[in-house]
């Protein structure tokens, strides 16, 4: 299962979180280029029981916005995660608890942003992301939306706004005039 993709410009950090409330990052240069044949490495250590649920590409000014399939969540500053190697288990990013269960998602998120929550029955939430508590990487997180008794959290995405098309500033549609004569 795929997870996510990114471009980068070769020297970023590279950040893999799972369902487990673990989370490892690492310099991409630790990862050497591979053919398409190659099966890859080892980016985080697993138990067999859980899944690696996101990739995320740190910047500047970004936080860490968890969730649990409960509706648990939190903000985390990108800098209480440490570089360190790939292939470990990780450090926490979520406790797992029986309040919270599993970790579903983790995103980047910045000032101002909105998110979208997933169940699994259907229900879509939009929340404001200002409004969930920034916390330290050790911690279960505050209640982002109640579930009922047979829900869970699925999914949750950043709603990245489209940005507003600038006005033209002449009648000219951009295009240039069709030739009087066509070329044969």
């Known amino acids: 299962m795929l ?11 590279v950040m893999l979180f799972s369902t487990e409330g ?10 050497r280029s591979m053919g398409r044949t ?4 080892r ?15 740190p910047r500047e000014s970004g936080l860490v916005l968890t969730v649990s399939e409960t509706g648990y969540g939190k903000r985390t500053q990108v800098s209480d ?3 360190k190697g790939r292939g470990g288990k990780g450090l926490i990013a979520m406790s797992t608890s029986e309040r919270n269960g599993m970790m579903v998602g983790a ?22 992301v200002d409004e969930v508590s920034i916390q330290g990487r050790n911690t279960q997180g505050v209640r982002i939306v109640r579930t009922k008794n047979d829900e869970q959290l699925v999914g949750i995405q950043r ?5 507003p098309e600038l006005e033209a500033e002449s009648d000219d ?3 240039e005039p069709a030739p009087d004569n066509p070329v044969d």
């Open 173 to 175: 549609s951009g295009s």
């Open 159 to 163: 709603i990245e706004e489209p940005e």
């Open 3 to 13: 997870v996510g993709t990114a471009i980068t410009q070769g020297d970023s950090d």
């Open 38 to 41: 190659a099966r890859g490495i």
């Open 81 to 83: 995660f440490p570089t």
């Open 22 to 31: 673990k989370a490892v990052r690492f310099r991409e240069t630790d990862v």
């Open 107 to 128: 995103v980047q998120v910045f000032a101002g942003d909105e998110l979208m929550l997933i169940s699994n029955q259907g229900t879509l939430v939009r929340t404001r």
């Open 43 to 57: 980016g985080i250590r697993l138990a067999s029981e859980h899944k690696m649920i996101s990739l995320i590409i």
